[in-house]
Nanobody
Framework: QVQLVESGGGSVQAGGSLRLSCAVF????????MGWFRQAPGKEREGVAI????????YYESSVKGRFTISLDNAKNTLYLQMNSLKPEDTAMYYC????????????????WGQGTQVTVSS
């Protein structure tokens, strides 16, 4: 059973930075894609950043392009999301996810989710 354990969330002022980490346990082979999704109160879940584990190609939601960077350290079995120039609208619960079939940005084919880590950005 694959387990995803996130860490690194917290509270920061606008303009600040945070790095989220997602440790992957219990897998036999890497997922096809891994990514970070977020959901703010009253809003739908959205894909923030996704990475193909084989090709290392990436997708970023338009509002985070140039500010967030997704990366995968295969040696440490850990997925990262470096978030710079944070804005209050980035406030949400962030979830790590693993997809063994596709790289869909809507998250509807995700096989495994982490428990989530809260990111709060104050103005």
């Amino acid at each position: 059973q694959v387990q995803l354990v996130e860490s690194g969330g917290g509270s920061v002022q606008a303009g600040g930075s945070l790095r989220l980490s997602c440790a992957v346990f219990g897998y036999t082979y890497l997922p096809y894609c891994m990514g970070w999704f977020r959901q703010a109160p009253g809003k739908e879940r959205e894909g923030v950043a996704i990475i193909s584990t084989s090709a290392s190609s990436t997708y970023y939601e338009s509002s985070v392009k140039g500010r967030f960077t997704i990366s995968l350290d295969n040696a440490k079995n850990t997925l990262y999301l470096q978030m710079n120039s944070l804005k209050p609208e980035d406030t949400a619960m962030y979830y790590c996810a693993a997809d063994y079939r596709t790289c869909r940005v809507d998250g509807n084919s995700i096989n495994y989710w982490g428990q989530g880590t809260q990111v709060t950005v104050s103005s």
